[in-house]
């Protein structure tokens, strides 16, 4: 039988850890977690510190102000398309460049940690505004990066 402080995989005794180097990507974003905090056992199997704490996380990234970027207005219901926030004229369909948003993070009591989110730009040819896509589609693409980022370091989901 496990209990909270056993491995759910092994039954080996679990203990706090600092995971290195998680990356993931999604639609142009990319995301770097390092030194965050998780159980880990001597057979090398690894847990969140909490069932809720992979959401709490996405949830403070998602959250997270992005300082003077301009967000793109999508247009469009089968045929999207992103317009400039500056001028209105329609936005390169591949992004230009990248914002770098570094953010250091403590989720429930745990000890920091730090993550760095690279979000893509698209430019616009009419006035040269660069601006990120909608929320609600970084939020997905967030999502899905930190999933890949969570599988790299071998954290079952749940």
């Not at 639609?27 to 030194?35: K, N, Q, R």
């Not at 809720?52 to 301009?70: E, G, Q, V, W, Y």
């Not at 967000?71 to 990248?98: D, F, I, N, W």
């Not at 940690?113 to 040819?125: D, E, G, K, R």
């Amino acid at each position: 039988m496990t209990t909270a402080n056993t491995c759910k995989q092994c039954g080996a005794d679990l203990a706090l850890a600092r995971i290195e180097g998680m990356r993931g990507e999604e639609a142009g974003l990319s995301l770097s977690i390092e030194g965050m905090p998780a159980y880990s056992c001597v057979n090398g199997h690894k847990r969140f510190l909490t069932s809720d704490f992979p959401m709490r996380l996405i949830d403070s990234l998602a959250k997270a102000d992005t300082p003077d970027l301009p967000v793109a207005q999508k247009k469009g219901m089968l045929k999207k398309r992103y317009l400039c926030p500056g001028c209105g004229g329609e936005l390169a369909s591949e992004p230009g460049t990248h914002a770098t948003l570094e953010r250091s993070l403590s989720l429930k009591d745990s000890a920091a940690f730090s993550a760095t989110l690279a979000v893509p730009l698209y430019h616009c040819s009419a006035c040269g505004v660069a601006a990120m896509r909608p929320g609600d589609e970084l939020a997905n693409a967030l999502m899905k990066a930190a999933a890949q980022a969570f599988q790299s370091a071998g954290i079952p989901p749940g």
